[in-house]
């Protein structure tokens, strides 16, 4: 059974970092694209930015552009967001997901392309 497990939400405030980690399980996260994802309530869930299987190709919504960096650890089963210079819009529940497609060549940006999803972490903001 897939298992994504988020860490590093909390409180900060703004200008400040944070550092989020998905933590996978179960046959799925060497070979698989992964995902961030964010959602305020009564909003839909929002990309983040993603990664693809081998690390070498990311892409960020224009919001997390030079502010966030994805990365991952094969080796651990563990996906990364660092986030720097957040703002209080930043204030959100971010999920990470995982695609069950294989060494794609994509890396998709739309929610509804991910198979897994983790349970979420807070992140908030203050001015």
């Known amino acids: 059974q897939v298992q994504l497990v988020e860490s590093g939400g909390g409180l900060v405030q703004a200008g400040g970092s944070l550092r989020l980690s998905c933590a996978a399980s179960?046959?799925?996260?060497?070979?698989?694209?992964m995902g961030w994802f964010r959602q305020v309530p009564g909003k839909e869930r929002e990309f983040v930015a993603t990664?693809?299987?081998?690390?070498?190709?990311?892409l960020y919504a224009d919001s997390a552009k030079g502010r966030f960096t994805i990365s991952r650890d094969n080796a651990k089963n563990t996906v990364y967001l660092q986030m720097n210079s957040l703002k209080p819009e930043d204030t959100a529940v971010y999920f990470c997901?995982?695609?069950?497609?294989?060494?794609?060549?994509?890396?998709?940006?739309?929610?509804?392309?991910?198979?897994?999803w983790g349970q979420g972490t807070q992140v908030t903001v203050s001015s």
């Open positions: 997901a995982a695609d069950r497609s294989l060494r794609s060549v994509l890396i998709p940006t739309r929610p509804g392309a991910y198979d897994y």
């Open positions: 179960g046959h799925i996260f060497s070979n698989n694209a």
């Open positions: 990664i693809n299987w081998s690390g070498s190709s990311t």
